[in-house]
């Protein structure tokens, strides 16, 4: 099977050599670079990645990007910051490619006090239980580390390109009937600050673009994995 892995970068140079060690041998790491300035799309392209520029700043313009320029069978997405490991992703493209799962996501675990913020996980919680009254879904954790076909992702017609995105990924995917499993995996302390959730700010303003998102129609169509 083939699989790319869309990998959201904005200045993870520090970050970049770790993760692209960590993806599976023989699959696609796909760099979306949003702006750097340290160096990280050059740095990509040495490692072997296969790099792509989306100039418009935003979480979800980066991995749609990256989306689109894909070309396996599955796609996974993951954090450029060293906080997860690319490796995890192998087991949960099994569980699509086996057909016990449409979309599966990694449920953070922290493997130490600090890797993940109080701040982080309290707007994490809230969106939690948001989404449960909206679609159903038992899911404790809306983390980055995801696998799909990525022609049903494609399907589901994805259009937030803020913050909003991984939240609207999993709505739309309920609203057209997947199977959401969630698996867990260790959360690390990432390199470096983050650019969404470093601070009581940047997760309000996640939150904020992700209430948006639940706040739309129940969308129609979009098939299966």
Partial sequence: MTVDVVLPCLDEAEALPWVLAHVPVGWRPIVVDNGSTDGSAALAERLGATVVQEPRRGFGAACHAGLLAGEAEFVCFCDCDASLDP???TGMVG????GSADLVLGRRRPATPGAWPLHARAGNLALSR??????GLRLRDLGPLRAARREALLGLDLSDRRSGYPLQMVVRA????????EVDVPYLPRAGRSKVTGTWKGTWQAVHDMRRVLDEP????GGRG
């Fill in 130 to 135: 948001l989404l449960r009254r909206r679609t």
């Fill in 95 to 98: 569980s699509v490619a086996d």
């Fill in 174 to 181: 309920a609203d057209a009937g997947w199977r959401v499993r």
């Fill in 87 to 89: 490796g995890l992703l």
């Fill in 218 to 221: 129940v969308a129609v169509g």
